[in-house]
T-cell receptor, first 112, second 115 residues
């Protein structure tokens, strides 16, 4: 049972344009959502998070949007840079449970 | 920010041997650490929750006798893959949460190859 889903295994975006990565979840108990970036042979690096009491959180070039009714969140990166090329994982948890559930990841490639 | 250190980064071992992986929280104390496993092109799957001073909690389908976890101090958890077999070859990643800082932070992972 995949509780967190990233349906796009890969995404290719031109440098300078907007990258939009999507994530859906099924467990309505999740109330904290995170995005991680991962390079090959390295551990995930935390990017940005959002609590279920918000619908948007912004940090520099990164913005996460949460649509609770649709059980959907997205990560926007603008402008996209070559260094953003990596695998991005969406993750969710129920605060207090301390267990992160990850999506399958989306490989983002930024083309010069 | 919080730093989680994992060692070794890469290990190759022969089938039947045991391998120990260490996970340390460098600038904070972690009563709980988490061990994940990632197969190629797949998601990170939680294997077990390591609890300082008590037994680890294993996820369904994870053999506790095969993946021994010890969390002897507030800054160190170890995962020992016992009697390793080629199907245990994977990328193992530990993580911990700084109580002062909400998100989970990850180590750099250990690539285990069992020949």
């Amino acid at each position: 049972d995949q509780q967190v889903k990233q349906n796009s295994p890969s995404l290719s975006v031109q440098e300078g344009r907007i990258s939009i990565l999507n994530c859906d979840y099924t467990n309505s108990m999740f109330d904290y959502f995170l995005w991680y970036k991962k390079y090959p042979a390295e551990g995930p690096t935390f990017l940005i998070s959002i609590s279920s009491i918000k619908d948007k959180n912004e940090d520099g070039r990164f913005t996460v949007f949460l649509n609770k009714s649709a059980k959907h969140l997205s990560l926007h990166i603008v402008p996209s840079q070559p260094g953003d090329s990596a695998v991005y994982f969406c993750a969710a948890e129920r605060q207090g449970a301390q267990k992160l559930v990850f999506g399958q990841g989306t490989r983002l490639t930024i083309n010069p | 920010g919080a730093v989680v250190s994992q060692h070794p980064s890469r290990v190759i071992c022969k089938s039947g041997t045991s391998v120990k992986i260490e996970c340390r929280s460098l600038d904070f104390q972690a009563t709980t650490m988490f061990w994940y496993r990632q197969f190629p092109k797949q998601s990170l799957m939680l294997m077990a929750t390591s609890n300082e001073g008590s037994k680890a909690t294993y996820e369904q389908g994870v053999e506790k006798d095969k993946f021994l976890i010890n969390h002897a101090s507030l800054t160190l958890s170890t995962l020992t893959v016992t009697s390793a077999h080629p199907e245990d070859s994977s990328f193992y990643i530990c993580s911990a949460r700084d109580p002062q800082d909400s998100p989970l932070h990850f180590g750099n992972g250990t690539r285990l190859t069992v020949t």
